[in-house]
Every structure is written in structure tokens, then in C-alpha cells.
């Protein structure tokens, strides 16, 4: 699957998931009113974590990536 969330009102509401080709979680967060908000957590498709990006209402706030 590519993508697995609920809506509301016809917009994408809660808690959304999305997925590399291989099943692996590509990204996951939340939205509200169909905007994106709070934490976004991002992977790479062997499953390492990415960074993170902070979202209020639907925009870009910070970012953090993860040390190597």
C-alpha cells in the first residue's frame, strides 16, 4: 500500500502513514483540517530514520535530521 490515514470533510485528518514500494514506512504524522501539523518523522526505504520536520498548520516550522 501506498498510503493508509482517515478524512474529514474530505481532507486528510489524523494520523496519516505513507510507504516506500517495498512496504517500509516512508513518513508519518499527522493532519488537521488537511493541513499538516505537529511532528513528520521520515525513513529511508531500509527502515533508518531520516529526520523530522514540525508542521503548524500545514507549515513548515523546523527540521532535524538525524546524526551519523
Not at 500500500?1 to 504524522?29: A, Q, T, V
Not at 530514520?49 to 507549515?59: P, V
Request: aromatic letters at 20%; hydrophobic letters at 25%; a negative charge.
Amino acid at each position: 500500500k501506498e498510503h493508509e490515514g482517515g478524512f474529514l470533510d474530505d481532507e486528510p485528518d489524523g494520523e496519516w502513514s505513507y510507504f516506500h514500494d517495498n512496504g517500509y514506512l516512508r513518513s508519518r504524522g499527522f493532519f488537521h483540517q488537511g493541513k499538516k501539523n505537529g511532528i513528520w518523522r521520515f525513513w529511508n526505504d531500509s527502515g533508518k530514520f531520516l529526520y523530522e520536520k514540525i508542521y503548524e498548520h500545514g507549515e513548515l516550522k523546523n527540521q532535524s535530521y538525524q546524526a551519523t
